[in-house]
């Protein structure tokens, strides 16, 4: 496999996959303000839809900030239930998405500024039927370093690494949910992979 190259100025444009994805997102949102003035009016079912929408990218960034998935977990659900409580915030014709980033945000930054941040495993119990025991261990070992030496990163290529390599968001997308250029999405990704490799490398971790 070829290795990723910095971004370069012609980065800051879509083509291709991007191109198509980012072109599919701004399709999607293009009912959003429709729903949130549906949510405003008290209709549930759109907040739902916006809901089903947001829900993983939106876990992909908290997972990125707190590091601990219960954690992240909880400030999504606790995102999402700000947002409807100040939803009416919004000006008519105003996207969701980029509003709930900032609650989401502010959410997560004040759960780990205020150390309220439970203590558990940063990776949960796997079903054990049809899994080999021993397998699964290595598994869920191998995704723990990862996460323990990804908190090493700074935020934006921590995010960048988490949202692509682990969550499957290609750069559009990325930069879309993040409201940055796609040329600053590949280039966190690409500072982000190599900074991972000299972690993993100085541990004895690469296999």
């Known amino acids: 496999m070829a290795p990723e190259t910095p971004a370069t100025s012609a980065d800051t444009g879509t083509s291709g996959h991007d191109a198509s994805a980012g072109a599919k997102r701004d399709d999607k949102g293009a009912d959003e303000p429709g729903l949130v003035a549906a949510v405003q009016n008290g209709d549930s079912e759109a907040f739902s839809k916006l809901v089903a929408r947001y829900m993983d990218p939106a876990y992909a960034v908290a997972l990125s900030i707190l590091r601990h998935e219960q954690d992240a977990e909880d400030a999504v659900q606790a995102s999402f239930i700000r947002a409807l409580d100040r939803i009416g915030q919004l000006r008519p014709g105003s996207r969701f998405g980029p509003w709930f980033y900032r609650v989401l945000r ?4 004040n759960l780990r500024r205020r150390e309220l941040l439970r203590s558990h495993s940063e990776v ?4 054990q039927s049809g899994h080999d025991p021993h397998r699964e261990f290595e598994r869920r070992q191998a ?6 030496a990804l908190e090493r990163l700074p935020e934006r290529q921590r995010t960048a690494v988490m949202m692509y390599d682990l969550e499957g968001y290609d750069h559009a997308e990325i930069a879309k949910i993040l409201e940055i250029a796609v040329g ?3 280039a966190n990704l690409y500072h982000g992979r190599q900074a991972l490799r000299k972690i993993l490398s100085e541990r004895g971790e690469t296999g």
């Open 106 to 109: 502010s959410t997560c930054l």
């Open 143 to 148: 995704r723990a370093r990862v996460l323990k």
């Open 184 to 186: 600053t999405s590949r």
């Open 124 to 127: 949960p119990e796997a079903a």
